[in-house]
């Protein structure tokens, strides 16, 4: 079965830093790009971040440039996304999701994880 | 930047009422746009890519359709199940997206 599942979400102070995980299983996971998605409570889907089925290429969105790192580790089925900096703004539930066709980079997103819930508060 | 706007922002309707939700975006972007279907407290699930291909294991009562920047989702009749959460999404961009502010879609 292709899945998704996401770990790491936390309450951090702001200021503070986070590491969110999102191991794959079902599928092989180098072959497609991958994207960090987040809904902050109540609101709608904002995308965060793509990284490329090698990982030799990163993009962020606005909010996310220079405070957030997605990577992955292909040998581990695994994609990351390393927080700094965090603010209460980006309270959220993150999502990994897959891009739907391999070797593509701006897609449809076909699989999604389960989520995980980050709180930024003092 | 792409902007997607989707309207309305909340729809009430009945079982059985056909259903149409607009995604409007602030500059063409040829059929590069999906649709996808949240409920409360879980992932989205895709619906619909490239404007109007209907993911496989999706209800034939679900259609899309538009290109440019207007695009529709439709609902022929809807179900129980369909009382949810709609997203739009654009993916023209090189290396980024964007989704509508969402649709909730409630009962009458």
């Known amino acids: 079965e292709v899945q998704l599942l996401e770990s790491g979400g936390d309450l951090v102070q702001p200021g503070g830093s986070l590491r969110l995980s999102c191991a794959a299983s079902?599928?092989?996971?180098?072959?497609?790009?991958m994207n960090w998605v987040r809904q902050a409570p109540g609101k709608g889907l904002e995308w965060v971040s793509v990284i490329t089925g090698s990982g030799d290429n990163t993009y962020y969105a606005d909010s996310a440039e220079g405070r957030f790192t997605i990577s992955r580790d292909n040998s581990k089925n695994t994609l990351y996304l390393q927080m700094n900096s965090l603010s209460v703004e980006d309270t959220a539930a993150y999502y990994c999701?897959?891009?739907?066709?391999?070797?593509?980079?701006?897609?449809?997103?076909?699989?999604w994880g389960q989520g995980t819930m980050v709180t930024v508060s003092s | 930047d792409i902007q997607m706007t989707q309207s309305p922002s909340t729809l009430s309707a009945s079982v059985g009422d056909r259903v149409t939700i607009t995604c409007r975006a602030s500059?063409?972007?040829?059929?590069?746009l999906a649709w996808y279907q949240q409920k409360p407290g879980k992932a989205p699930k895709l619906l619909i890519y490239?404007?109007?291909t209907v993911e496989r294991g999706v209800p034939s009562r679900f259609s899309g359709s538009g290109s440019g920047t207007e695009f529709n989702l439709t609902i022929s009749s809807l179900q129980p199940d369909d009382f949810a959460t709609y997203h739009c999404?654009?993916?023209?961009?090189?290396?980024?997206?964007?989704f509508g502010g969402g649709t909730k879609v409630e009962i009458k």
């Open positions: 500059q063409s972007i040829s059929r590069w």
């Open positions: 999404q654009q993916y023209n961009g090189l290396y980024s997206a964007t």
């Open positions: 079902g599928f092989t996971f180098s072959s497609y790009a």
């Open positions: 999701a897959r891009d739907f066709r391999p070797a593509t980079l701006a897609d449809a997103f076909d699989i």
């Open positions: 490239e404007a109007s």
